[in-house]
């Protein structure tokens, strides 16, 4: 049986729409995974979800509100969609305590962060003094920036190397980790680009946006695959 994966979708509170990228999609599909889209509903339904789910992928998108890690919004806070954070939290907080896999990208390992307990930084210029350009003008699948990763950690496995060069689009980073995680990746900068869980199967987080690069190159696909081999 192909292992069904749901992925979570950005909701357009303007245009009142549901929307995913079919990278995501089709990534899972690669590496044998049956992708499944879900749309944010009210938060009680998160654990039917996962009920019927084998593995998460928390997606990119917009900005998380504030109040999530219990502070006020600064003005560079951007668009927030209250019915993707509320059910989002939800099915991540339901995911992590039925040890189902997950992996978060960009937004979703924010989310995992913030669902596990922790904080990010509303802008990452709040936690390093001279970042890098995590914003890119490049194509959407072109490396900018490098990444070093931690020895011995999962990403470090699935990577089979402890250093790589990734995308980014990114304004905001993890700043105090949820207790059980630890970081794992970091630019040059010092900003966190990957998060893992101590003690869970399989709790991953990345900040750069793998679904965008591996078609150009496979490597990116093993963190995917490693998803799937872990449900
Ligand atoms: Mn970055």
Redesign the pocket.
Known sequence: MRPVIGITSSFDEEEERFYLSRYYVDAIAEVGGLPFIIPPLISEAAGGFIAGLNGVVLSGGGDLDPIHFGEEPLPCTRKISPRRDNFELELARTALSKRIPILGICRGMQLLNVAAGGSIYQDLTQGVKQPLK?DQDAPRWYAT?SLQIQPGSKLAGIFGRFEIR?N?F?HQSVNRLAPGFKATAW?TDG?I?GIESDNLPFAVGV??HPELMWEKDPCFLSLFMALVNNC
């Open positions: 995590h920036h990734v980014s990114h630019s900003v680009e900040q750069c």
